[in-house]
Structure formats: C-alpha cells, structure tokens
C-alpha cells in the first residue's frame, strides 16, 4: 500500500508547490535602464569636438552659427589643431541687437563687416576662467585686431562689457565662453 501511496503523496506535493508558485508573486522586472540624460546646452561632447560642433551641439548658437558660415569662417572654427576662445553671443544676444542690424550685417555686400565683428569675439590663444576671473582688467588683441577689454576683478568674467555667462566649454580645437551680447568693434 506504501507503494501505491508514495507516487500519490508525490504527486500532490508537486501539485501543492506549483499551486504555491502560482500565488507567489512574480520577481520584479528589473528596472529599465535610466534615460539617457538630456544634453545640457554648452556641455562639451564628449569626446571634444571642434567649435562649430559644440555650438551646434548646444542648440542656442543658431544665428551665430549662421553669421560664421555667412563670414565663411567655418572652415577656420574648425581648424584641428588650433587653441582658439571664442566668445559666444547666445540667439537671445543677437536678437538684443538694434532692429535691422543683423540683417544688415548678413547682407553679401558686408561680408567684411561681419568678418570684422565675428572676429572680434575671437581670441587666438587659450583664455580660461581660471587664469582671469579675481585679476585686474587687461587688454587682449583679438582676431580683428582691435584689442578686448577682459576683466575678472569683480570675482566673473567679462569680456567688453559682456558677461560671460557660461565659461571654459571645451572643444578639440579651443575654448567657447558663452557671452549675453554681442561686441561690436569700433568704427
């Protein structure tokens, strides 16, 4: 009689454990991997990419990204090799313009004005924060030729008369400080 009792008795364990499993609740799905995370504007890519990239990367360089091409300084922005700080005026900078002056400046026939004010916001060498912000005033000669006035004695950077908004965004071939106007060079 074991014998004929044994493979019931196991049967019913079998079915009492899987009956069990059946309420038991399922594991956790494991958790979805975490978004990527949105890209901060002015965050340099990584890795480094050159200057015309790290603009269009951030999103809120478009007209200055237009004015460069326009200027045909494209192909000097992303020149590999070069340590370039550019001062970035931001699309809110130029619509901050006086009516009419951009549109001005995109024109064919000024495209050695606008040469002249974009590189004015160029600097060829490296510029960091660090090596400006609590030092006195000095001048720096841009790519126009007319000298900038940077200053870091009030504890910021500014660049004349702009505000460095965002500095030291890195790219392969120089240094973008994102600036909350646009310097006009004088006449």
Known sequence: MT???????LTGAVL???????QTPPPPAP?????????????????????????AAAGKFTTLLKAIDAAGLTPTLKQAG??????????????ALPAGTLDDLLKPDNRTKL???LLYHLIN????????????ASDV???????LHLDGSG?????GGADVVQADVAASNGTVQVIDKVLVPAS
């Open 115 to 117: 040469q002249h004010v």
């Open 155 to 159: 504890g910021a950077m500014k660049i």
């Open 125 to 136: 060498a490296p510029v960091l924060s660090t090596a400006v912000v609590g030092h006195a």
């Open 141 to 147: 000669p841009s790519g126009a030729g007319p000298a």
């Open 31 to 55: 958790a979805a991997p975490a978004a990527a995370a949105a890209y901060t504007p002015c965050t340099a890519p990584s890795p480094p990419v050159d200057i015309v990239a790290t603009l």
């Open 3 to 9: 014998s004929r009792l044994l493979p019931l008795l």
């Open 16 to 22: 009492i454990s899987g009956a069990a499993a059946a």
């Open 82 to 95: 070069a340590h370039f700080t550019l001062f970035a005026p931001t699309d809110d900078a130029f619509a």
